[in-house]
C-alpha cells in the first residue's frame, strides 16, 4: 500500500519535474506511534491531527512534496541520519542534546511539559512530592530525560508510546506521568482520562533539558531543506493558516 | 446475530471490529495483508539463501563452510530482535551508501523490501540447516546410483536429490514459515505497518486493548492453523511413494 | 588442550581468526565507547535481571509443561483437549501479542474491578516483572509441552507393564521410571530451547521491563549512538547461549545416554 503511495507520488513528482522544476520531494518521519492530537492514524488508516495539517500547509507553502513516513519513534533520529527520512516533523523539541547529532527549524510550537496523576493523589509536580512514587514517560523523550535528572527519589519507568503510559496512569499501576502539556490535556479530556486523571501541574523549567520549543529535525548540512522548512513556516504563521489550523484543534495560542 | 452479540455483551467490541469506518477491522486486515507479505517475501528470500547454503555447508571449501558457520550460528544465538535493529539500520546505511558511491541519491527503500530483508536473513540462517539436514538425511545410494547412470551433477540436484529431500524439508520448512508470520509482529518495534503495529495502534486509539489483541490473535491463529493444512497436503505430496513413516506423529 | 586447538590451527581459520582480531580492534579504536562507564553499572543489574527472567520463566515453563505433556500423551479427552488447545494457541500466536495482552489487557480491566488496590496482590500488579514472568513461562510451557508429550509417548510400553506387573504403585511408577526417562528424552532439545527462550526475553523490554535490551535501547535513546551498544548487546546474547549451549553438553554428559531397549 505504502509502496504504491510512495511510487505514484515518485511518478507524478518526475512527471512534474519536467514542468514546474524545483518541487522538492521530501519523506517525513512521523512517530508510528499515536500521538494524539498532533499525530494519530485514524480507523481508516490515514494520519490525522494538527501537526499533519500543520506539515501539509507548510509543504504547500514552501511548494515541497511531502510524503509521510510513519517510523519507530526509538529510531527517529538514526532513520534521519541514515537517510530513510529527510525531515523529522514529530513534536521533537529542540534540544542542546540533539542539536549534538541533528539541525532543526524554527521552533513550530512551544508548549510547558505537566505532570499528570490519578485524581485521588495528592502530588505537586516537584521532586519532593513525586518522591517514593512511580512515574511514567515516554522513551526517547525530553520528559524521559528531566525524570531521570530531577526525579531520583522516584521510580521512572520508560514506555515505548505515551498512550501506554497513560494507560497504565488509568489502571493504577504507576502514580503519575510526565508529558507535553497539550497531549496530557487531550488525555484527561478523554473518556478514560476523565474517570482517573487530573494535570497536577507543570515542572519547573529547565531551557538545558526541555529545550526552547519544537521544530523539525533535518539533517546536519541539508541547510536547502532548513530553509525551504522555515520558509513554509513563516510563511503559513504570516497568512493566517497556522492560527486557522490551531483554532480548529486548541482553545489556547501554543505558537510560543 | 444482533441479539446473539447483545446477549454477550459484545455490541461495542463488534462495533470496533466492524470493516467499515467507524471500525478499525480494514486496519487489522490491512496489517495482516502486509504481514503475509512481508512473512512470503522473507521465507522465500530465506529458502534462496538456505539452498546456496547448505550447498556451500556440503560441498564448498573450507573457508566458505567456516563463513557459513559463523552465519549460521550468530543469527541462532542473538534475538531476533535485536538483529532485525541492526540489520534494518545496517542494511538502509549500506544501500545509501554504495548508491552514494555509485553517483546515486539516497534510494527510496519500501518497509515491506526492509521487512523482507532483515527477516529473510534471519530465516536463511534456519533454512540453511534445514535443508542440509534434508540433503544429508537422502540415501547416498540413490546418489550414486543416479552418478553410475552418467548423470551431470545439475542433473542429479534437479532430478534426485532435490525431490527426495522434499519429504525430509517439509516439516521444518511449515515450521519455518510459522516463525517467519510470527516473526513479522517483532517488526512493529521498528515501526513498519503491520498487524501488531496496526493492533496497538488501534488498541491505543481506543483503548479497548483486550479486544484488538485477543483480534490479533485469532488473526494469527487462523493464518497458523491454515498454513497447518497447507503444509499437511504439501508433505503428503512430497512424501509421494515413499512408504509410510512407522509411528507417525 | 592441544587436541583441542588443533583443528584451528589450519591456515585458512588462523587467517579468518586474524581478521576477526582485526575487527575487534577496529571496533574498540574507533567506534565509539564512551558512554560505557557511565551505563556499566546499569548494564549489569540488567543483565542479572535477564539471566534471573530466563531462570525463573524455564523452570516454571517446564514443571507446567509436564502435566501438559501428560495430559496430551495419556489424559482423557476433558484434560488432552484443553493441553492440545493451551499448546495451539500459544504457539500460533506471537509472544510479543501475548506479553501485550496480559500486560495492556489485564491492565485495562482494574480499573473496573472494586478493591483490587487494597489487596495483598496489589504491590505485584503494578510490577512488570510479575508479567514478563508468566508471558514467558506460558510460552515455553507451551513450546515444551508439544515436546513432552512426544517424549512421554516415546517411553517404551514394555518397562512401563513390567514396573506394573512388580506391582508399582502408578505414582511411583511415574516417578521411578516414566518421567526420569521423559526427561532424557527431551534432553537433547532442553538446550536448543533454552536459547530460544533466551532470545524471547528482550520483547518483555517493550513493558518497562528494564533488562538488558532496554539498557542498549536507553544507551541508543540517551546518545544517539546506534550500532555500538547492539552489537555489544549481540556479543552479550551470543556468550549467554554459548554457555548455556555449553552447560546443557556438559549435563547431557552425565547422564547414562542409552539404557537398552526392549
Known sequence: MKLKNVLVSGLAAAALMAGTAGAMELKIGVAAEPYPPFSSPNSSGEWEGWEIEIMDAVCAAAELDCVLTPVAWDGIIPSLTGKQIDVIMSSMSITEERQKTIDFSDPYYNTPAVIVADKSLDVEPTPESLAGKIVGVQASTIHQTYAQQYFTDSEIRVYQTQDEANQDVFSGRIDATQADSIAMADFVESETGAACCEIKGSVAHDEAILGSGVGAGIRKGDDDIREAINKGIAAIKEDGTYDEITAKYFSVDISG | ?249 | ?262
Not at chain 2, 534456519?126 to 537422502?138: D, F, H, K, M, N
Not at chain 3, 495492556?104 to 488496590?117: E, V
Open chain 3, 1 to 262: 588442550m592441544m587436541e583441542a586447538i588443533r583443528p584451528f590451527l589450519v591456515p585458512h581459520r588462523i587467517i579468518l581468526f586474524l581478521i576477526f582480531v582485526g575487527i575487534v580492534i577496529w571496533a574498540a579504536v574507533s567506534l565509539r565507547w564512551d558512554w560505557l562507564p557511565e551505563y556499566a553499572l546499569l548494564a549489569l543489574e540488567a543483565l542479572w535481571r535477564t539471566i534471573w527472567l530466563l531462570a525463573a520463566s524455564v523452570v516454571l515453563g517446564f514443571l507446567l509443561a509436564i502435566p501438559l505433556g501428560i495430559a496430551q500423551a495419556i489424559g482423557p479427552w476433558y484434560l488432552a483437549w484443553p493441553a492440545k488447545v493451551f499448546c495451539t494457541i500459544i504457539r500460533g500466536t506471537p509472544l510479543l501479542l501475548q506479553i501485550w495482552l496480559l500486560y495492556y489487557g489485564l491492565g485495562s480491566l482494574f480499573p473496573t474491578i472494586d478493591g483490587i488496590r487494597e489487596t495483598w496482590m496489589w504491590p505485584y500488579l503494578r510490577q512488570a516483572w510479575p508479567y514478563a514472568v508468566l508471558a514467558l513461562t506460558l510460552s515455553f510451557a507451551g513450546y515444551e509441552g508439544e515436546i513432552m508429550r512426544g517424549a512421554f509417548s516415546g517411553v517404551a510400553r514394555g518397562q512401563l507393564e513390567a514396573a506394573r506387573s512388580f506391582g508399582m504403585p502408578p505414582f511411583t511408577m511415574f516417578r521411578r521410571i516414566w518421567l526420569p526417562q521423559a526427561i532424557r528424552n527431551v534432553l537433547p532439545t532442553l538446550g536448543g530451547e533454552t536459547i530460544l527462550q533466551l532470545k524471547a526475553t528482550p520483547l518483555v523490554a517493550t513493558i518497562t521491563v528494564v533488562e538488558i535490551f532496554a539498557v542498549s535501547s536507553r544507551v541508543r535513546q540517551d546518545t544517539f549512538i546506534v550500532y555500538e551498544p547492539l552489537l555489544l548487546l549481540a556479543l552479550v546474547y551470543m556468550m549467554i547461549a554459548g554457555v548455556i549451549a555449553f552447560a546443557f553438553r556438559k549435563f547431557e554428559q552425565r547422564i547414562p545416554s542409552r539404557v537398552s531397549r526392549n
Open chain 2, 1 to 249: 446475530m444482533e441479539t446473539l452479540l447483545q446477549l454477550f455483551g459484545l455490541t461495542e467490541s463488534a462495533q470496533l471490529l466492524s470493516l467499515s469506518e467507524p471500525g478499525w477491522g480494514a486496519n487489522l486486515l490491512r496489517g495482516l495483508a502486509n504481514s503475509l507479505q512481508i512473512a512470503l517475501g522473507a521465507f522465500g528470500f530465506g529458502l534462496v539463501i538456505g539452498l546456496f547454503g547448505a550447498c556451500g555447508k556440503l560441498y564448498g571449501g573450507p573457508v566458505t563452510r567456516d563463513l557459513l558457520a559463523i552465519y549460521t550460528t550468530v543469527v541462532r544465538a542473538v534475538p531476533e530482535l535485536v538483529l532485525i535493529l541492526i540489520l534494518f539500520f545496517v542494511g538502509t546505511d549500506l544501500i545509501n551508501k554504495a548508491s552514494e558511491a555509485l553517483g546515486g541519491g539516497p534510494v527510496e527503500i519500501s518497509g515491506v523490501a526492509a521487512g523482507i530483508w532483515v527477516l529473510g536473513i534471519v530465516q536463511g540462517a534456519y533454512s540453511t540447516e534445514i535443508l542440509r539436514g534434508a540433503i544429508q538425511a537422502v540415501p547416498p545410494g540413490q546418489i550414486e546410483a543416479a552418478r553410475s547412470f552418467g548423470m551431470s551433477p545439475t542433473l542429479i540436484m534437479r532430478r534426485v536429490t532435490i525431490p527426495a529431500m522434499m519429504s525430509f524439508a517439509v516439516p521444518g520448512l511449515a515450521n519455518l514459515w510459522l516463525i517467519a508470520t510470527k516473526d513479522t509482529a517483532l517488526l512493529a518495534v521498528v515501526g513498519f505497518s503491520e498487524l501488531t503495529l496496526e493492533t496497538r495502534q488501534a488498541a491505543s486509539s481506543t483503548r479497548a486493548y483486550f479486544t484488538f489483541f485477543l483480534a490479533a490473535g485469532f488473526l494469527y491463529l487462523m493464518v497458523t492453523l491454515l498454513s497447518g493444512v497447507v503444509f499437511k497436503y504439501v508433505e503428503n505430496w512430497a512424501r509421494k511413494g515413499q512408504p509410510k513413516l512407522r509411528g507417525a506423529g
